[in-house]
């Protein structure tokens, strides 16, 4: 619940409350709807607030800051726009060791979204009608409504980084299969069967009865 305060320097400082005795019951229905609805708005500022601009609580790392983490982890540096030094002051977070500023850089667009917090700039007044407030809540409801996307991202980057991972594997493959060939060549030199054989064609091979000569292990086998 929001707490308005009024100033020192003004002449009627009688609690909120005490006021309420001398207003008619209608009224006092329509300030009950209204801390209702400010209740409502607190509610869902936390919701949005944490789903899209800070991890955890008031002290937790930027979503901004872990993305662009995520971003490096899936070997996206080279599609971000942000210095170093703007991703450390905007936000107090040291760059992750060993990294430059370009690798902790993130996409502008998204960055600028996530870093201005704009929803922060939300602010309420002391008696605002009914209206008013709903017309809050509708705002603040589509913010939340972008939590999903901002998990989405987070689930997209992990597995980009599955795709790298994958990548990485691909390259020692490569490297092992030239090994293995060397080692053919060094045991028994240029003689037939020097181009080996993939172990894809015998299981599935692309014309059926034809996979070609391959080594007695894998002729036996049975799938």
Same mark, same amino acid.
């Given at each position: 619940?929001?707490?308005?305060? !009024?100033?020192? *320097?003004?002449?009627?400082?009688?609690?909120?409350?005490?006021?309420?005795?001398? @207003?008619?019951?209608?009224?006092?229905? !329509?300030? !009950?709807?209204?801390?209702?609805?400010?209740?409502?708005?607190?509610? $869902?500022?936390?919701?949005? +607030?944490?789903?899209?601009?800070?991890?955890? &609580?008031?002290?937790?790392?930027?979503?901004?800051?872990?993305?662009?983490?995520?971003?490096?982890?899936?070997? =996206?540096?080279?599609? /971000?726009? %942000?210095?170093? *030094?703007? #991703?450390? &002051?905007?936000?107090?977070? %040291?760059?992750?060791?060993?990294?430059?500023?370009?690798?902790?850089?993130?996409? &502008?667009?998204? +960055?600028?979204?996530?870093?201005?917090?704009?929803?922060?700039?939300?602010? $309420?007044?002391?008696?605002?009608? /009914?209206?008013?407030?709903?017309?809050?809540?509708?705002?603040?409801?589509?913010? @939340?409504?972008?939590?999903?996307?901002?998990?989405? #991202?987070?689930?997209?980057?992990?597995?980009?980084?599955?795709?790298?991972? #994958?990548?990485?594997?691909?390259?020692?493959?490569?490297?092992?299969?030239?090994?293995?060939?060397?080692?053919? +060549?060094?045991?028994?030199?240029? @003689?037939?069967?020097?181009?080996? +054989?993939?172990?894809?064609?015998? #299981?599935?091979?692309?014309?059926?009865?034809?996979?070609?000569?391959? =080594?007695?292990?894998?002729?036996? =086998?049975?799938?």
């Amino acid at each position: 619940m929001f707490s308005f305060r !009024t100033s020192k *320097q003004e002449p009627n400082t009688q609690p909120r409350d005490k006021k309420l005795k001398n @207003v008619p019951s209608d009224s006092i229905e !329509t300030i !009950t709807e209204e801390k209702k609805l400010e209740d409502k708005i607190l509610s $869902l500022y936390h919701v949005a +607030w944490l789903g899209i601009y800070q991890v955890h &609580d008031k002290d937790g790392r930027s979503h901004a800051f872990r993305l662009a983490e995520l971003f490096y982890g899936a070997g =996206m540096s080279s599609y /971000v726009d %942000k210095t170093e *030094q703007e #991703l450390s &002051d905007d936000h107090g977070n %040291k760059r992750p060791r060993g990294k430059t500023g370009a690798e902790t850089r993130v996409l &502008d667009p998204l +960055w600028t979204a996530l870093s201005k917090e704009g929803l922060s700039s939300l602010k $309420l007044f002391e008696g605002l009608s /009914v209206a008013s407030l709903e017309s809050v809540i509708e705002l603040v409801e589509a913010y @939340v409504k972008e939590v999903a996307s901002v998990n989405a #991202l987070y689930q997209l980057l992990r597995e980009l980084q599955v795709a790298r991972r #994958l990548r990485h594997l691909d390259a020692r493959l490569k490297v092992l299969v030239l090994d293995l060939e060397d080692e053919f +060549w060094n045991e028994h030199g240029a @003689v037939k069967g020097r181009e080996g +054989w993939r172990v894809h064609d015998v #299981l599935f091979p692309r014309f059926p009865g034809r996979t070609g000569k391959k =080594m007695s292990f894998a002729s036996s =086998m049975k799938f």
